[in-house]
């Protein structure tokens, strides 16, 4: 499991908490009293219609029944790991004093998704994601949720969601968001004031909730994370050539639309109101249509993972106030970055090795048809050209960002902020030296 991170799980833990292993489990609900908790959500919803929503009439009317005044509470999830772990030593004395009471077991079955924190909703699909922190070191940083996150998360998704559904080319493209819809803060009452206790103790209690993916889905539509295209089964059989020759096409047609459903939407989002999303292969799923053909992209994971062009952009209209933290300002070549770690680095590079691998398609058409969705997108938007040249997607080079290496250097002392990655020199771009592609499903 090293190579996976997860710091500070067991290998029971491992065996029971983690998303390859497909084990149900049910969240543990908790009341914290108000003044150490903060409930947020978008204006279409209040406390108790989440809280009711989540946990249903009879499960509510027994946890009721758990505390004094429930109304002097704030509800929420918690994963029973970080309840066993961290909870009950770090949070002893608000458990003694009945600042916080263990209502119970929800009542419904989760699945914990690739980041582990965040989990699905098994027995009632239609109700919410819930991303809960989780005090373990997975991959570059422990996995807690910030005070400034949960307090944005719903007042940033509506201000997402007013671009969104008024957006013609969204609207086309069928481009899903899914929103952080509510969430809960909680502060730890001595830990948060002090100075430099390390971000991994201050982030412990809290959860966002998150819009479901599958109210979303028309008939005969289905839906997958994009990691799961360099996924190879236990004999080496790459998920990607079953999902192609289940569609009846060609491996090109195939990516052609797989390349168009990404491209697309994240060039506009980026080019047209000068925001970008992480869109790795964990923040973005494929919905197919009824032929298995790649459709529509989904865009989750938004708080903490959204920046905004140092240019201001009409289009964007006015950000929420007081949110720099989560709509970090950057210039173009840093919001190209994104693009180019988390997508053309994180998963089409390595998608096109394996394609080209499993003789599916030359590494060259690949990038030459990814290059043909840029060049595509160029044209069909002269008004954006300097914007396009200032991101430069086919430039010779990208800056290297060591996501893991870093670490080489860093070590694993403990940091009152999270660490920043460091650039170390630059990487050649495939995109530069091929020729274009012109994509078949037209703009």
């Given at each position: 499991m090293a190579n996976k991170g997860?710091?500070?799980?067991?290998?029971?833990?491992?065996?029971?908490?983690?998303?390859?292993?497909?084990?149900?489990?049910?969240?543990?609900?908790?009341?914290?009293?108000?003044?150490?908790?903060?409930?947020?959500?978008?204006?279409?919803?209040?406390?108790?219609?989440?809280?009711?929503?989540?946990?249903?009439?009879?499960?509510?009317?027994?946890?009721?029944?758990?505390?004094?005044?429930?109304?002097?509470?704030?509800?929420?999830?918690?994963?029973?790991?970080?309840?066993?772990?961290?909870?009950?030593?770090?949070?002893?004395?608000?458990?003694?004093?009945?600042?916080?009471?263990?209502?119970?077991?929800?009542?419904?079955?989760?699945?914990?998704?690739?980041?582990?924190?965040?989990?699905?909703?098994?027995?009632?699909?239609?109700?919410?994601?819930?991303?809960?922190?989780l005090k373990i070191l997975n991959?570059?940083?422990?996995?807690?949720?910030?005070?400034?996150?949960?307090?944005?998360?719903?007042?940033?998704?509506?201000?997402?969601?007013?671009?969104?559904?008024?957006?013609?080319?969204?609207?086309?493209?069928?481009?899903?968001?899914?929103?952080?819809?509510?969430?809960?803060?909680?502060?730890?009452?001595?830990?948060?004031?002090?100075?430099?206790?390390?971000?991994?103790?201050?982030?412990?209690?809290?959860?966002?909730?998150?819009?479901?993916?599958?109210?979303?889905?028309?008939?005969?539509?289905?839906?997958?994370?994009?990691?799961?295209?360099?996924?190879?089964?236990?004999?080496?059989?790459?998920?990607?050539?079953?999902?192609?020759?289940?569609?009846?096409?060609?491996?090109?047609?195939?990516?052609?639309?797989?390349?168009?459903?990404?491209?697309?939407?994240l060039l506009h989002l980026m080019?047209?109101?000068?925001?970008?999303?992480?869109?790795?292969?964990?923040?973005?799923?494929?919905?197919?249509?009824?032929?298995?053909?790649?459709?529509?992209?989904?865009?989750?994971?938004?708080?903490?993972?959204?920046?905004?062009?140092?240019?201001?952009?009409?289009?964007?209209?006015?950000?929420?106030?007081?949110?720099?933290?989560?709509?970090?300002?950057?210039?173009?070549?840093?919001?190209?970055?994104?693009?180019?770690?988390?997508?053309?680095?994180?998963?089409?590079?390595?998608?096109?090795?394996?394609?080209?691998?499993?003789?599916?398609?030359?590494?060259?058409?690949?990038?030459?048809?990814?290059?043909?969705?840029?060049?595509?997108?160029?044209?069909?938007?002269?008004?954006?050209?300097?914007?396009?040249?200032?991101?430069?997607?086919?430039?010779?080079?990208?800056?290297?960002?060591?996501?893991?290496?870093?670490?080489?250097?860093?070590?694993?002392?403990?940091?009152?902020?999270?660490?920043?990655?460091?650039?170390?020199?630059?990487?050649?771009?495939?995109?530069?030296?091929?020729?274009?592609?012109?994509?078949?499903?037209?703009?």
């Amino acid at each position: 499991m090293a190579n996976k991170g997860r710091l500070g799980f067991s290998a029971a833990d491992s065996l029971r908490y983690t998303p390859e292993v497909r084990t149900p489990l049910r969240l543990v609900w908790l009341a914290v009293r108000r003044g150490l908790a903060e409930f947020r959500g978008t204006p279409d919803l209040s406390e108790h219609a989440v809280v009711g929503r989540e946990l249903g009439a009879a499960v509510l009317e027994e946890f009721r029944n758990r505390t004094v005044d429930p109304d002097s509470y704030v509800w929420l999830p918690c994963h029973p790991w970080q309840l066993d772990h961290v909870v009950g030593t770090q949070w002893a004395r608000e458990l003694a004093t009945g600042e916080i009471v263990v209502l119970g077991e929800g009542p419904d079955d989760y699945l914990p998704t690739q980041s582990i924190r965040t989990m699905v909703n098994v027995s009632q699909p239609l109700r919410c994601q819930v991303k809960l922190p989780l005090k373990i070191l997975n991959t570059s940083m422990y996995r807690g949720i910030p005070e400034h996150c949960t307090l944005a998360a719903p007042m940033v998704t509506q201000w997402l969601r007013g671009l969104w559904y008024r957006d013609e080319v969204f609207g086309r493209l069928g481009t899903e968001l899914l929103g952080e819809v509510a969430s809960v803060t909680v502060r730890h009452p001595q830990l948060s004031s002090a100075p430099g206790i390390p971000y991994q103790w201050t982030e412990t209690l809290g959860c966002i909730w998150r819009d479901p993916l599958d109210p979303r889905l028309q008939p005969g539509e289905s839906a997958w994370p994009l990691a799961a295209v360099l996924h190879r089964d236990s004999a080496g059989e790459p998920l990607v050539a079953a999902m192609i020759a289940r569609s009846g096409v060609d491996a090109s047609a195939w990516i052609g639309d797989l390349l168009a459903t990404l491209l697309r939407p994240l060039l506009h989002l980026m080019h047209h109101y000068g925001i970008t999303v992480n869109p790795h292969g964990e923040n973005l799923a494929i919905i197919c249509g009824p032929e298995g053909l790649p459709a529509r992209l989904v865009i989750k994971d938004l708080v903490d993972d959204i920046n905004v062009s140092t240019t201001p952009i009409e289009a964007r209209g006015i950000e929420p106030d007081s949110h720099a933290r989560v709509l970090p300002r950057k210039p173009w070549h840093i919001l190209r970055q994104y693009l180019v770690d988390a997508l053309l680095l994180g998963v089409l590079n390595p998608l096109a090795a394996l394609l080209s691998d499993a003789g599916l398609l030359t590494a060259d058409r690949f990038w030459g048809m990814t290059r043909g969705e840029i060049e595509l997108y160029a044209a069909e938007h002269p008004q954006y050209a300097d914007r396009l040249t200032a991101t430069d997607l086919l430039d010779e080079t990208f800056a290297r960002y060591p996501l893991n290496g870093y670490r080489l250097s860093l070590g694993y002392a403990d940091l009152d902020t999270r660490p920043p990655i460091p650039v170390t020199g630059r990487l050649p771009n495939q995109l530069s030296s091929v020729a274009a592609v012109r994509p078949s499903r037209p703009w």
